[in-house]
């Protein structure tokens, strides 16, 4: 049926909490099988325990998703689990707040590796599988704001975000001849734990003085005048899962209230 997502097949990376969480939510409460992956698989768990409680039809599994090994096997638990795979999130991430000249190696890798690698191998490994099992399949991977724009205190994260857009359209073109379309989105500022710890991080480097503060100045420039929660995410990404977007890939849908306009 034309934009459903009923009965697919779909990970979520990264869906302990924050956006991840919000995803897999909704994708379950219309008819979704979703696997919910994260690092902290008990957390996973507890999110998967409470969509299960509305009737969702879930699993938890832990990935570490800049580890080929354990993408692999979390995709093959979860195809043995519901049969096939049609829908991969990859969304984990990390960030950072960090003055452009205090970010060294160690800070630009281990972003990279998780943002930017992470994302290359949950699409390269979500591609084998929708390939070997036929009928194309959707990728929809989490870039930002930050992959369009470089912002001085988060130059590695925007790195990685960018390095985000590119994989995605270069997958796009490269997975186009299976059916397999390829798709990221762009949050703007999001309340959740991930900015509480950048807003700490600001207090720390001396940037801000109070709580709060960093994510209201950050956010002066949203048009629609508010910063957003998970669930205003979630329009968009049940759509890029759902057949209603089957005529679009290597694209960036912008969910940021209108911070950057391109
Ligand atoms: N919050 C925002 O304002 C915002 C804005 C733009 C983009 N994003 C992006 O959205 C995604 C989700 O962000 P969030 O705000 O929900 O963050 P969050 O920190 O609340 O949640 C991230 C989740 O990813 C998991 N994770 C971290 N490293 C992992 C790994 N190596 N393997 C598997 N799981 C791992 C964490 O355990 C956590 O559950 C990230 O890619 C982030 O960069 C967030």
């Not at 989490?142 to 790195?159: N, R, V, W």
């Not at 003085?209 to 508010?226: H, K, T, V, Y």
């Not at 929660?229 to 057949?243: E, Q, W, Y």
């Amino acid at each position: 049926m034309s934009g459903t997502v009923e009965g697919k097949v779909a990970i979520v990376t990264g869906a302990a909490r924050g956006i991840g969480a919000a995803i897999a939510s909704d994708l379950a409460s219309k008819g979704a099988r979703v696997v919910l992956a994260d690092l902290n698989a008990e957390a996973a768990q507890q999110t998967a325990a409470r969509i299960a409680a509305d009737g969702g039809d879930v699993l938890a599994l832990a990935v570490d998703v800049s580890s080929r090994v354990s993408t692999k096997s979390l995709i093959e638990q979860s195809v043995a689990h519901y049969g096939r795979l049609d829908v991969m999130f990859n969304n984990a991430g990390i960030s950072q707040t960090c003055p452009f000249l205090d970010v060294t190696e160690e800070d630009f890798d281990r972003i990279m590796k998780i943002n930017g690698l992470g994302v290359l191998i949950g699409t390269q490994e979500a591609a084998r599988q929708m390939i070997a099992q036929g009928g194309g399949g959707k990728i929809v991977n989490t870039a930002s704001i930050a992959g369009k724009q470089g912002y001085p205190l988060f130059a590695h994260y925007c790195a990685s975000k960018f390095a985000v857009v590119a994989i995605t359209q270069a997958a796009a073109r490269a997975l186009a001849e299976h059916k397999i379309t390829v798709n990221c989105f762009g949050p703007g500022v999001v309340a959740t734990e991930l900015w509480q710890q950048l807003d700490r991080e600001f207090i720390e480097h001396g940037l801000t003085e109070r709580p709060d503060q960093a994510i209201n100045e950050f956010s002066q420039s949203i048009l629609l005048g508010r910063v957003s929660v998970p669930k205003d995410i979630t329009g968009v990404t049940t759509f890029l899962a759902s057949d209603a977007s089957d005529y679009i890939t290597g694209q960036t849908v912008m969910i940021d209230g209108g911070m950057v306009l391109i």
